[in-house]
C-alpha cells in the first residue's frame, strides 16, 4: 500500500507540476500580448504615404468590439525620418503621461512640407481594413502645420470626418468652405508669432460666408503664444469633445457643452498620471 501511496503522491506532484508550466506558459502567452505593442511603429506599411505609430486600445483582441480613430498631425519641428520625434507631444505623449484615449491612434510623420490629405486618408485605409475602426467616429487634430492638415484633410474629405479640431493652424487647399459641413473647433492664441492669428481668421471666415457656420467653434484664446495651446492635447475634454460626434448624428449638429480658457490651459496638466495601470506595458 506504501508503494501505491509513494507513486500516486508523486504522480499528483507530476500533474501539479505539469499544470504549473500550463499556466505559466498561459500567462506569459498573455502577458507577451498585453505587451505585443498597443503602440507600434510602423515604417513603409502603406505605400505612398507617411510612416506612422498606431496605438490600439485593445490588449486582447475583440473582434466585436469596435474602436473610433484618432488622427493627430503634429508640428513643423517633428518632421523629419525620426518617427521618436512624434512622441514628444500630442496622444502618444499624452498616453505616456496617463491619459486614457480609448481610441485607435494614427500619429504619421511628415518628412517636411505641407500635409497631404490623400496620404493621410491611405493610413486610414490600413487601419480600416486591418483593425475594427467605427467609421461614423474618425476624428482629426493637430497643432501648428498639423493644424493646417487637420483643417485641409477635414475640408478633403468632410464625409468621413466626424469632427475635427484645428490648434493655431490654417487652411491652403481649395474648398475650404466644405469645411461647413463637419463640427470643427478652431482655436488660436492671440499673440501667436509663429502663426499669426490671421490665418485661423480667414478659415472662419471662408466658413461664415459659406452661410453656413453652424457646426463652427471659434476660440480666440486672448494674450496666448504659439506653444501654450499644445498642452490641449493633454487635457480629458479635448477627447470628450471630438468622441462626442459622429457622423450618424442627425444634422450633425456640433457639440458646444465645452470651453477652452486660458486658465484651463494652465492647469491642463493637473490630473495627469492617474491612468498608468491603463498604460501598462504599452509601449515598445
Not at 110 to 127: H, L, Q, S, T
Not at 194 to 218: F, N
Request: charged share 20%; aromatic share 12%; proline share 4%.
Amino acid at each position: 500500500m506504501s508503494g501505491l501511496f509513494s507513486v500516486s503522491k508523486q504522480q499528483k506532484m507530476r500533474n501539479t507540476y505539469t499544470l504549473y508550466i500550463i499556466y505559466m506558459l498561459l500567462f506569459l502567452s498573455l502577458s507577451s500580448r498585453l505587451q505585443a505593442q498597443k503602440l507600434t511603429a510602423q515604417r513603409g506599411e502603406v505605400a505612398s504615404s507617411y510612416n506612422f505609430w498606431f496605438y490600439n486600445p485593445q490588449s486582447i483582441p475583440d473582434e466585436k468590439a469596435h474602436y473610433p480613430l484618432l488622427i493627430f498631425l503634429h508640428g513643423a519641428s517633428l518632421c523629419g525620418k525620426n518617427l521618436d520625434k512624434v512622441k514628444r507631444y500630442g496622444p502618444i505623449s499624452a498616453l505616456a503621461k496617463g491619459r486614457c484615449i480609448d481610441s485607435y491612434i494614427v500619429a504619421p510623420q511628415n518628412p517636411g512640407g505641407a500635409w497631404n490629405p490623400e496620404k493621410i486618408m491611405k493610413i486610414v485605409e490600413w487601419a480600416n481594413a486591418y483593425f475594427a475602426v467605427d467609421t461614423t467616429r474618425i476624428y482629426v487634430y493637430g497643432m501648428s502645420l498639423g493644424g493646417y492638415g487637420t483643417i485641409d484633410f477635414a475640408a478633403t474629405y468632410p464625409d468621413k470626418v466626424a469632427a475635427a479640431m484645428a490648434i493655431c493652424g490654417g487652411g491652403s487647399v481649395k474648398g475650404l468652405d466644405r469645411l461647413s459641413e463637419v463640427p470643427l473647433w478652431i482655436i488660436h492664441g492671440t499673440a501667436d508669432k509663429a502663426v499669426a492669428i490671421k490665418e485661423s481668421d480667414r478659415v472662419a471666415k471662408i466658413i461664415k460666408d459659406s452661410g453656413d457656420d453652424s457646426r463652427l467653434i471659434y476660440t480666440r484664446l486672448n494674450g496666448v503664444d504659439h506653444g501654450k495651446p499644445g498642452r490641449i492635447f493633454y487635457m480629458l475634454q479635448t477627447y470628450d469633445w471630438l468622441f462626442s460626434h459622429s457622423i450618424k448624428d442627425e444634422g450633425r449638429p456640433v457639440c458646444r457643452d465645452f470651453e477652452m480658457t486660458v486658465p484651463m490651459l494652465n492647469t491642463a496638466y493637473q490630473d495627469l498620471g492617474t491612468n498608468e495601470d491603463y498604460l501598462q506595458n504599452s509601449f515598445e
